[in-house]
């Protein structure tokens, strides 16, 4: 089969586009026909070159958002069939969706969202998980909340919006100005761009900030809580703003859940959630496509077409 790989941690640029032996099911598994993967710019930079067993890895295939039909059950797999369509989340310390085929957990997919296209449906997994894991699980949002939401023009941030609007809160996000319309679009209620406005007029007013930028960002988000409030951050924890010992502060890293992706894909079809797609690259083109999400200023996800 084709796919992307990298044989050395030596980033975008070491993306080659060759042929790989077929990938195939094993315990637990489904072998997927991929017709959609979303990628991360930055996942070439994660520490993934050592397997679950502990050994090194001498190759990398990427891309850990996947959606597309099964092909192939391997033993013990249950509750899909050959022929469904599915989404859902790779093991990153396997090898990923960036190919044709890619063999994945059963517990890791849920069925696609009947209104959406594989390419749209490929942009959900990471995003939606992490979306939804901030505000709820750590973030404990509840209706008549106010909710700060830092890089809403992002393929996190804008599902985080659109959720923490469906849910009642008070949306306040935060980004670049070129992104104003698009989290006014997805239900933020205010947005302050942080290249022209004051992140400091917000301080005081929210119980719960979801950081998606860290750095500066994340170091004065803080103060914008009032007592008792929460601050969840993707970013790094060294990043956390010393004191305010009277609010939470949480750092987390997403993980697959096979509920919460049926409830998206629930939330997606009822028309409450738009997924974020930015651009789609033939597979062949993945460092085209890397690239360009590096480069900044592409809001949503960018797929990767077989």
């Known amino acids: 089969m084709k796919a992307v790989r990298l044989h050395e941690p030596t980033g975008i640029d070491g993306l080659v586009y060759e042929d790989v032996p077929d990938a195939e099911p094993g315990l637990s598994e489904v072998l997927i026909r991929v017709a959609g993967c979303g990628i991360t710019h930055n996942e070439l930079d994660w520490p993934v070159w050592t397997c679950r067993a502990g050994h090194k890895r001498t190759s990398i295939i990427p891309g850990n958002e996947v959606s597309g039909v099964v092909v192939g059950l391997g033993f013990g797999a249950a509750g899909f069939a050959v022929g469904d369509e599915v989404f859902g989340l790779t093991d990153q310390l396997r090898d990923g969706a960036a190919a044709e085929f890619v063999a994945v ?118 103060d914008l809580l009032r007592e008792g409030g929460r601050l969840v951050t993707i970013k790094a924890a060294f990043d956390f703003p010393p004191g305010r010992d009277d609010v939470e502060k949480i750092v987390f890293v997403q993980v697959s859940d096979r509920n919460q992706l049926a409830e998206l894909a629930r939330l997606i079809d009822d028309g409450t959630l738009r997924p974020p797609v930015s651009e789609v690259y033939p597979l062949a083109d993945a460092i ?11 809001p949503g996800r960018i797929v990767l077409q077989p």
């Open 105 to 222: 957990e059963q517990r890791n997919l849920a069925l696609k969202p009947r209104t959406l296209d594989h390419v749209q449906a490929a942009a959900v997994p990471r995003a939606g998980l992490t979306a939804w894991q901030a505000l709820f699980d750590h973030g404990k949002l509840a209706a008549g909340q106010t909710v700060v939401i830092h890089g809403a023009g992002g393929a996190v941030g804008s599902v985080a919006v659109q959720l923490a609007h469906w849910a009642g809160a008070i949306v306040i996000g935060t980004g670049r100005g070129h992104s104003r319309a698009l989290a006014t679009e997805m239900g933020a209620d205010r947005y302050v761009a942080l290249d022209t406005d004051r992140l400091e007029d917000l301080a005081g007013q929210a119980d719960l900030v979801v950081d998606t930028i860290g750095g500066e960002v994340l170091a004065a988000s803080a």
């Open 288 to 298: 085209k496509g890397f690239s360009a999400k590096a480069a900044g200023g592409l």
